[in-house]
């Protein structure tokens, strides 16, 4: 009989399996990201969806390529058209097949008058958001960017950030993030 392959682990379970590999628990992780013991519960039970820069930051706490967490199942995102899902906003990856890069470009669509349900998140690199429909603030550290459509803003991700769509339809951006 022939074996069944086996199901693609989702982003919570990898996480946890590589936590658990380093003998770390919840407490060590939080210290070394930064992110409070419950919002990483959450992410390993698949309660929330992380933001991409979130994941960039735990496999750093992990010691582990980022693309190990931000990858799937290769053929499932393909036919799925890789489009994930948080509270306020979704994303796309447009570069599936960049696993091993430093560089991923996201399609994100920011729901109307919808921001970021989390503090704000900083994580090693740099982004590059292009506006292409819609209004949104960026606030990076202390300073804040309102940006119309056309518009772009390129900034040290390694400082707290935050996005929000101040429009009362979709937004969508474009953002590339670098991860040396």
Known sequence: MAKKPAKALNVGDKIRQMREKLKLDFDQLAEKTGYQVEYLKEIEAGTVVPPVGTLIQVSRALAVDSSSL?????????RKNYLKRTKAYSYKSLTPDAQDKHLWAYMVTLDPEKDHEMVAYKHEGEEFMFVLDGHVEVKVGEDIHELKKGTNLHFDSGKAHHLRNLSRKTSKLLVVVFTP
């Open 70 to 78: 931000l990858s799937e199942d290769r053929k499932a995102e393909r």
